[in-house]
């Protein structure tokens, strides 16, 4: 089997807490164009946001342009996601 027949279930597996901004920034726009992923509002922000936390300037546009094509229950719920993704890696 080659290299390119595996696939990776989570693209964020190999994230760590000393992920730079833009990695999660990259993240964030996997989730939200569905690069090898189902489109994922939710992830997607939560990665915006993380990222925009770490001085990503456009991760902070695009947070906001994800927010404003969800449920208010949804940007909670990346909010939650994103605050539980920083209290493991820290």
């Known amino acids: 089997m080659a290299y390119a027949d595996i696939r990776i279930e989570?693209?964020?597996a190999f994230i760590t807490?000393?992920?730079s901004a833009e990695d999660l920034y990259r993240l964030g726009l996997i989730y939200s164009e569905g690069l090898d992923v189902v489109v994922d509002l939710?992830?997607?922000h939560k990665f915006f946001n993380l990222a925009a936390t770490r001085g990503h300037r456009e991760a902070k546009?695009?947070?906001?342009e994800m927010a404003e094509?969800?449920?208010q229950s949804e940007v909670l719920k990346a909010q939650r996601a994103a605050r539980e993704w920083m209290k493991k890696a820290n």
């Open 10 to 12: 989570a693209p964020e």
């Open 42 to 44: 939710v992830s997607a």
């Open 17 to 19: 807490k000393e992920a």
């Open 69 to 71: 094509m969800m449920s």
């Open 61 to 64: 546009l695009c947070r906001q």
